[in-house]
């Protein structure tokens, strides 16, 4: 099957730095979409991103489908973006694979 | 809008034990359905999804089944407990006219002793 692979598996960020998520894949899809959750465990949307590039806010993601990787960018990082963000993809109506995330600390 | 909900929050349960978990939706008619669990805070693994009532696709051979008894309920049982079934079991619904949004569940913590 599919795979997925998040990097950094951890990140620590001082508040108020950028930082610069990467999911790489390995086999062509037209479903990827990025999650972040919390540090309570609940999980939120944050892109429905197959191609091209999408922002919302100080977060912004882009995927580069032909090679197979999508990037998710933080801005003027917050205590509040503290959690797990998850790269999810899958084609036609195939359940979506999720990568191991990337677990971001954002320290005060 | 679509709400999902799980119970229990929490649970303990010794090994051997068990398990039922439930899952129910609102809002929304004949849903995808899709049991992840996350165990050792990372990583989302599919264990069973499910387009209907009394239709069950496993992606795991393991001591857990599932079942769909009505077409917004979504049930994850196991006979018996092990210790490596410990973990954050979601559930989760499938909405959008590409698949494209996911509505989670408040999850079960479930650790097995």
Redesign the interface.
């Given at each position: 099957g599919i795979q997925v692979e998040q990097s950094p598996p951890d990140l620590i960020l001082q508040e108020g730095a950028n930082s610069t998520l990467r999911c790489n894949f390995s086999d062509s899809v037209?479903?990827l979409?990025w999650?972040h959750q919390n540090p309570w465990?609940?999980?939120?949307?944050l892109f429905?991103i197959p191609s091209g590039t999408k922002q919302n806010g100080r977060l912004s993601a882009t995927t580069v489908a032909t090679e197979r990787y999508s990037l998710l960018y933080i801005s003027s990082s917050q205590t509040t973006d503290s959690g797990?963000y998850?790269c999810?993809v899958?084609s036609g109506?195939t359940?979506?694979?999720?990568?191991?995330?990337t677990?971001l600390s954002v320290i005060a | 809008s679509q709400t999902i909900h799980q119970w229990p929050a929490t649970l303990v349960q010794p090994v051997g034990s068990p398990l039922s978990l439930e899952c129910t939706v609102e809002g929304t008619s004949n849903p995808n359905l899709y049991w992840y669990r996350q165990a050792a805070g990372r990583g989302l693994q599919l264990l069973f999804y499910s387009v209907g009532i009394g239709q069950i696709s496993s992606e795991v051979p393991q001591n857990l089944s599932a079942s769909r008894p009505q077409d917004r309920q979504f049930i994850l049982s196991s006979k018996k407990l092990l210790l490596s079934d410990s973990g954050f079991y979601l559930c989760v619904l499938r909405a959008g006219l590409w698949g494209d949004t996911q509505y989670f569940g408040p999850g079960t913590r479930l650790t097995v002793l």
């Amino acid at each position: 099957g599919i795979q997925v692979e998040q990097s950094p598996p951890d990140l620590i960020l001082q508040e108020g730095a950028n930082s610069t998520l990467r999911c790489n894949f390995s086999d062509s899809v037209n479903n990827l979409q990025w999650f972040h959750q919390n540090p309570w465990g609940q999980l939120i949307n944050l892109f429905y991103i197959p191609s091209g590039t999408k922002q919302n806010g100080r977060l912004s993601a882009t995927t580069v489908a032909t090679e197979r990787y999508s990037l998710l960018y933080i801005s003027s990082s917050q205590t509040t973006d503290s959690g797990v963000y998850f790269c999810a993809v899958g084609s036609g109506n195939t359940p979506l694979v999720f990568g191991k995330g990337t677990r971001l600390s954002v320290i005060a | 809008s679509q709400t999902i909900h799980q119970w229990p929050a929490t649970l303990v349960q010794p090994v051997g034990s068990p398990l039922s978990l439930e899952c129910t939706v609102e809002g929304t008619s004949n849903p995808n359905l899709y049991w992840y669990r996350q165990a050792a805070g990372r990583g989302l693994q599919l264990l069973f999804y499910s387009v209907g009532i009394g239709q069950i696709s496993s992606e795991v051979p393991q001591n857990l089944s599932a079942s769909r008894p009505q077409d917004r309920q979504f049930i994850l049982s196991s006979k018996k407990l092990l210790l490596s079934d410990s973990g954050f079991y979601l559930c989760v619904l499938r909405a959008g006219l590409w698949g494209d949004t996911q509505y989670f569940g408040p999850g079960t913590r479930l650790t097995v002793l």
